[in-house]
């Protein structure tokens, strides 16, 4: 499946963003989908993942609260709606789907998209 992350930008502490990812070359009901992000000079880490019909949601810790993941089967499309972004939210984004993982959360994923920079200024 390929991936195509969007709606990074420069945004002020306690503002808002909506990231969107979208599916294309598989089907897209067939995949659990998950956000990642990394920042410089950290790895890579979890952000956020939605089961296949969009059923059951998981956050990272630092994130619950303030970014919301959905999906939209019809558009091939999962979003991360993220309120109240914080200058430790500064990393670039990358969506992701792992084969075989369509209730649980990809921790492997063997998906990526090309990734989409948030800067968050205090």
């Known amino acids: 499946v390929q991936l195509q992350a969007s709606g990074g930008g420069l945004v002020q502490a306690g503002g808002s963003l909506r990231l969107s990812c979208a599916a294309s070359?598989?089907?897209?009901?067939?995949?659990?989908m998950a956000w990642f992000r990394q920042a410089p000079g950290k790895e890579r880490e979890f952000v956020a993942s939605?089961?296949?019909?969009?059923?059951?949601?998981d956050y990272a810790d630092s994130v619950k609260g303030r970014f919301t993941i959905t999906r939209d089967n019809a558009e091939n499309t999962v979003y991360l709606q993220m309120d109240s972004l914080k200058p430790e939210d500064t990393a670039v984004y990358y969506c992701?789907?792992?084969?075989?993982?369509?209730?649980?959360?990809?921790?492997?994923?063997?998906?990526w998209g090309q990734g989409t920079q948030v800067t968050v200024s205090s």
């Open positions: 939605i089961t296949w019909r969009g059923t059951y949601t």
């Open positions: 992701a789907a792992e084969e075989g993982v369509r209730d649980g959360v990809p921790k492997t994923p063997d998906y």
């Open positions: 070359g598989r089907t897209f009901s067939n995949y659990a």
